[in-house]
Nanobody, 119 residues
Framework: QVQLVESGGGLVQAGGSLRLSCAAS????????MGWFRQAPGKEREFVAR????????YYADSVKGRFTISRDNAKNTMYLQLNSLKPEDTAVYYC????????????WGQGTQVTVSS
């Protein structure tokens, strides 16, 4: 099973940028398509972006398309999410997980990383 640790969140003004990281333990990281999810206060967790196991294919939720970029480095067992042109509505705890389509594969989640965008 893959253990996941998210980092890189913070407080940023609207229009700013952040880069999130998802560090995975386990030798099977490169076997999985991976994705980012987020959960805002009082809302359900939602899909944000996914990347294929090779990194050659990506897919984004409409709400972040053109602003966020997902990438991965299998040699480092790490996935990234570059967040640009941030909006207050992007405020949430961001999580990573293996994915099937836009659904999380694992039931267990990491602690997430908080992104707060001020207006």
């Amino acid at each position: 099973q893959v253990q996941l640790v998210e980092s890189g969140g913070g407080l940023v003004q609207a229009g700013g940028s952040l880069r999130l990281s998802c560090a995975a333990s386990g030798r099977t990281f490169s076997s999985y398509s991976m994705g980012w999810f987020r959960q805002a206060p009082g809302k359900e967790r939602e899909f944000v972006a996914r990347i294929s196991w090779t990194g050659s294919s990506t897919y984004y939720a409409d709400s972040v398309k053109g602003r966020f970029t997902i990438s991965r480095d299998n040699a480092k067992n790490t996935m990234y999410l570059q967040l640009n042109s941030l909006k207050p509505e992007d405020t949430a705890v961001y999580y990573c997980n293996a994915v099937t389509g836009v659904q999380a594969m694992f039931d267990h989640w990491g602690q997430g990383t908080q992104v707060t965008v001020s207006s």
